[in-house]
């Protein structure tokens, strides 16, 4: 507390500066960045949506054990706002497919990338009982908050985005969307106030470990990497 019944900026707040640079790599990519200014590519941002409709597939049994934890480990009043996050991604699943549509894709042939790969064993890893609820929140709210201000850029004023892909950005670029990243930051940023130093430095490795993932995830669907 800061005493002064004012805001007091969190620990996950505390970390953007020195971690300032990688944050900017996650999320003013060359591939976000060029949906921005008009120049993307199909190729890639066809491979981004049959890669990341996997992802998301993963994404739920990892939100799945975020949830477990919440149950388990806190005192359930942050159960309502994962539970609702879960069952957004039902919808997102339903546009993944309605958008693979439009774009040609066939989500049924498409095969996961290394990056991608990678990214869904880090995901799955949080399966593990061990690991605290205060750690697997905040690499929920961080995973969020990067696609959040990726595509919020996108929308914002000056943007040259192909209107094709306006629906793509409004999903995560919206402010309904920030609001949610928003409350998943007060709860990984009161469970870190709780937590032991220990798990404390572990959320904060998840957390660079999150925008590495990240920066590899728009690489692989850039590049094919
Ligand atoms: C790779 C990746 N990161 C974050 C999100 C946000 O849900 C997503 N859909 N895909």
Same mark, same amino acid.
């Given at each position: 507390?800061?005493?002064?019944?004012?805001?007091?900026?969190?620990?996950?707040?505390?970390?953007?500066?020195?971690?300032?640079?990688?944050?900017?790599?996650?999320?003013?990519?060359?591939?976000?960045?060029?949906?921005?200014?008009?120049?993307?590519?199909?190729?890639?941002?066809?491979?981004?949506?049959?890669?990341?409709?996997?992802?998301?597939?993963?994404?739920?049994?990892?939100?799945?054990?975020?949830?477990?934890? $919440?149950?388990?480990?806190?005192?359930?009043?942050?159960?309502?706002?994962?539970?609702?996050? &879960?069952?957004?991604?039902?919808?997102?699943? +339903?546009?993944?497919?309605?958008?693979?549509?439009?774009?040609?894709?066939? &989500?049924?042939?498409?095969?996961? &990338?290394? +990056?991608?790969?990678?990214?869904?064993?880090?995901?799955?890893?949080?399966?593990?009982?061990?690991? +605290?609820?205060?750690?697997?929140?905040?690499?929920?709210?961080?995973?969020?908050?990067?696609?959040?201000?990726?595509?919020?850029? $996108?929308?914002?004023?000056?943007?040259?985005?192909?209107?094709?892909?306006?629906?793509?950005?409004?999903?995560?670029?919206?402010?309904?969307?920030?609001?949610? $990243?928003?409350?998943?930051?007060?709860?990984?940023?009161? $469970?870190?106030?709780?937590?032991?130093?220990?798990?404390?430095?572990?959320?904060?490795?998840?957390?660079?470990?999150?925008?590495?993932?990240?920066?590899?995830?728009?690489?692989?669907?850039?590049?094919? +990497?």
């Amino acid at each position: 507390m800061d005493g002064g019944g004012g805001v007091e900026a969190g620990t996950t707040a505390a970390w953007m500066a020195p971690h300032r640079g990688m944050y900017e790599r996650a999320t003013r990519h060359p591939f976000t960045v060029s949906i921005r200014d008009g120049t993307v590519d199909p190729a890639a941002f066809r491979r981004w949506l049959g890669q990341d409709y996997m992802f998301v597939k993963e994404f739920v049994a990892f939100l799945a054990s975020v949830l477990l934890k $919440c149950c388990r480990q806190s005192d359930g009043s942050d159960m309502e706002i994962i539970l609702g996050g &879960l069952a957004s991604l039902s919808d997102e699943l +339903s546009w993944f497919k309605k958008e693979a549509e439009k774009w040609s894709v066939n &989500l049924a042939e498409v095969s996961p &990338l290394k +990056s991608n790969t990678e990214y869904c064993r880090f995901l799955q890893s949080f399966s593990e009982p061990e690991i +605290s609820y205060a750690v697997a929140i905040t690499t929920f709210w961080i995973i969020e908050t990067v696609y959040q201000d990726s595509f919020a850029f $996108c929308i914002e004023e000056g943007n040259k985005t192909p209107p094709e892909l306006l629906g793509t950005c409004q999903r995560w670029g919206s402010p309904e969307f920030k609001q949610y $990243c928003q409350s998943l930051q007060r709860i990984a940023d009161r $469970c870190l106030a709780d937590a032991p130093a220990d798990a404390v430095k572990s959320a904060e490795e998840a957390f660079l470990r999150v925008l590495e993932l990240e920066i590899g995830f728009w690489d692989m669907s850039s590049s094919q +990497s």
